[in-house]
């Protein structure tokens, strides 16, 4: 693992889950080429570049407030337009505002840190919509 991190280009106070469109790249580990290649001119999916665009296409079975516009997989990264609707309106058994991931399990080598602030996630955000499809 890369011990430099990169600076963030999120804005600061931006609300990420209000209505809009989002361009979003996602890169491979350490870039590795895994999800295809390009041959002829044309990119041609691996097996996991297969499992990469299932992913992307179902994000709006799983996010009901979203579409995807427009995405590209590329050998070592995607490209997508993620369209977020208004909020639903919640029902009883939705919970409303924030939902909280709770913290990692400790990992041999690394340090733990009891609170951070990225295991906080507001739901239906941008920030939940990628976190959940990287998970998938």
Do not use: W
């Amino acid at each position: 693992m890369n011990p430099r991190r990169r600076k963030s280009i999120r804005l600061k106070g931006f609300d990420y889950s209000q209505a809009g469109e989002y361009f979003v790249t996602v890169c491979t580990r350490s870039r590795a080429c895994t999800l295809g290649e390009i041959v002829d001119g044309s990119m041609r999916l691996s097996e996991l570049g297969k499992i990469v665009e299932a992913c992307l296409r179902e994000i709006p079975e799983h996010f009901h407030n979203t579409r995807i516009n427009v995405f590209q997989i590329m050998p070592n990264h995607v490209h997508a337009i993620v369209e977020i609707h208004e909020r639903e309106t919640p029902t009883p058994t939705q919970p409303v505002g924030v939902e909280y991931i709770q913290p990692l399990p400790k990992q041999r080598g690394r340090p733990s840190h009891s609170v951070h602030r990225y295991q906080q996630v507001i739901g239906k955000s941008l920030g939940s919509i990628i976190r959940s499809f990287k998970a998938e």
